[in-house]
Structures are given as structure tokens and as C-alpha cells.
């Protein structure tokens, strides 16, 4: 079976305890990803890596994929569902959708709350297709080889979903510094993504402190397993850090953590629940007070019980 890698980065490590279930049922399994998340799937032991390039076509992909596969599973209308069809896989497997009908020779009713978290849409199609998939070894980290460095804490105030999802530059200065005052060594990360915030707290303090420049998640996974522990704004780094091991600190904003928070009950999940949250809007109509409302007493307090 050749299954679709999700396109986002959450929802690639959201997917991966449903990809685990069917590689243990004892299928053949393969994954269709870009070329950028090739080096994450490799992650995920037992699985038939398929990726493409950029701008790719899906008439190009299906004479690539023709004959090869007799099941295929897609989880959204897009290339790789458009792929499947084109390249005439007998059994193609999806969510029971309008929009991909057409697409589908099996479609799925999805049984999962639509509230719950992320992780139930993938599993409950495997589910429906008499995959067990209450195995906990299915929300293990990934296995890797990189030494983690005790008392080091990777701290990441940018966030690629948008700089609603952002916490104030000043308060992260004092998260930092109560870090470094209890001994931890603090490394920043910074993404090429919204305000640069990850540049401007480690210039802030001082040349001694660390800057990890996180410009390609693809080719910087080593870096990001070797933090034990990582206190982030909401985005994809966490995610990812939770898949290779790390236990992740995430301050929330307009997302919802019931149904957005990294995998795993090791993670610790700060926030300030304000009357209009979670709304899961890109742009804050108002004050933006889910995060300006949220203190750093409150976060140092979750930190340090």
C-alpha cells in the first residue's frame, strides 16, 4: 500500500502512529512525500520511501507509480490522490469526502470527534479498515542515533504558522535568563519565518548565547534530536522535536491544544484561556490577548512546578 505524506509538518508526525499501525499489520507499505520530507520518513522504520521534486505533476507521478502498488491510501484531494487515480491503483482508500469521490474506489466514513486530537483522523480510517492501532509503541519517538546533551534547552519564540502564534519578545528575554539563572544552558532558535524573533532574544542576550539558524527543517533534524527538552512558541518545531525524543514546552495561543499539541504525555502545554480562544484564526481581530495576557509568571510556573 502507498499512502500520501501529509504536506504541514504537524500533521507529517500526526500521521506517523497510523503509518506505524500498518507497517505492523504486515502490509508492503510505502509513502509518497516531497523531496523536503524525505529525510523525516526515513524516521519510520519498515517504510518504502517514494519522493518527488517541487512543482511536480500528477500525470508525471502516476507513470512513475503504474503497476507498482495495489492499494494506495490518500488522506486529502490533492497530487498524490490525483496521482493514484491517474495511475490506476485498484483499491484507493480515503475519507468518505464530496470533493474526492471520484477519486476513491473505497471511501471511508471517518469516525473520529471532530474536536479530538489530529492524531484520531488518521487512525480512525486505519480503524475503519480493521487496522489495530492501539499499540502504544505506535506514539514512540523516533529512534536516533544523536547524543542529547543534558541540561541544555533548546528555546524557540518564532513560529512558522504566523506571528499570531507569537509570544512577546520581552517576555521571552526574562523565560531565557530564568533558564540560564538555574543552570541550564540555552541555545535559541530562530526561523526565517514571521518577526525574527528567534534573532532578536538572542542578540539581546549577549554573544555568548547560542543561535541555531532553523532556515530548513528537512536538513536539520540531527540538530533538533540533539535538545532533550525545547520550550517553543506553538509552530512545527515542537512537533518535530517530539517525534525525535524531546520533551517540548508549547505556549498556545488561537490554536487549540486539545487538538493541535504535540504527541505524547511527557509535553507540557502553557497557555491563557481567553474568552474568544481557541478561534484558529490567522490574524487576531481584536488585541491578540491570548498571548498578551499570558504571564511569565504563569509560564515559569508550569516550568517549574
Known amino acids: 500500500m502507498l499512502i500520501e505524506a501529509p504536506g504541514r509538518w504537524d500533521e507529517a508526525c500526526f500521521a506517523v502512529p497510523a503509518v ?13 512525500c516531497p523531496e523536503w520530507q524525505r529525510a523525516f520518513w526515513r524516521t519510520v522504520s519498515g517504510l518504502q520511501i517514494i519522493s518527488y521534486p517541487a512543482l511536480s505533476k500528477s500525470r508525471a507521478l502516476a507513470l512513475e507509480l503504474s503497476g507498482k502498488w495495489e492499494a ?40 473520529a470527534d ?17 487496522i489495530p492501532t492501539d499499540r502504544p509503541e505506535f506514539f514512540n519517538p523516533a529512534p536516533h542515533r544523536v547524543a542529547q546533551v543534558g541540561d541544555t534547552v533548546l528555546v524557540c519564540p518564532d513560529s512558522d504558522f504566523g506571528i499570531n502564534h507569537e509570544w ?6 526574562e523565560i531565557a535568563l530564568a533558564l540560564t539563572n538555574k543552570g541550564l544552558q540555552v541555545t535559541i ?12 532574544l538572542a542578540a539581546s542576550l549577549g554573544d555568548h548565547t547560542p543561535l541555531f539558524e532553523a532556515a530548513d527543517f528537512s536538513t536539520e533534524l540531527s540538530l533538533i534530536a540533539a535538545y532533550p527538552f525545547v520550550i517553543a512558541a506553538d509552530g512545527s518545531l515542537p512537533h518535530l522535536a517530539s517525534h525525535l525524543g524531546a520533551t517540548c ?35 487576531c481581530p481584536m488585541d491578540l490577548r491570548c498571548q498578551n495576557e499570558l504571564t511569565t509568571e504563569r509560564v515559569l510556573e508550569t516550568l517549574f512546578p
Open 20 to 32: 506505524r499501525a500498518l507497517i505492523a499489520s504486515g502490509i508492503s507499505v510505502g509513502i509518497l
Open 72 to 111: 494506495s491510501l490518500a488522506w486529502q484531494p490533492g497530487l498524490a490522490a490525483e496521482a493514484f487515480s491517474k495511475a490506476g491503483i485498484l483499491r484507493r482508500i480515503g475519507p468518505q469526502d464530496p470533493a474526492m469521490k471520484k477519486l476513491f474506489t473505497h471511501p471511508v466514513s471517518i469516525n
Open 114 to 130: 471532530p474536536l479530538a486530537h489530529r492524531v484520531q483522523f488518521y487512525l480512525s480510517i486505519l480503524a475503519e479498515m480493521g
Open 168 to 173: 512577546p519578545l520581552e517576555r521571552w528575554q
Open 189 to 200: 532558535a530562530h526561523l526565517a519565518t514571521g518577526r525574527s524573533l528567534g534573532k532578536a
Open 249 to 283: 514546552a508549547t505556549l498556545f495561543g488561537p490554536n487549540d491544544p486539545a487538538w493541535k499539541r504535540p504527541l505524547g504525555k511527557r509535553h507540557l502545554v502553557i497557555r491563557r484561556h481567553v474568552e474568544c480562544s481557541p478561534c484558529l484564526l490567522c490574524q
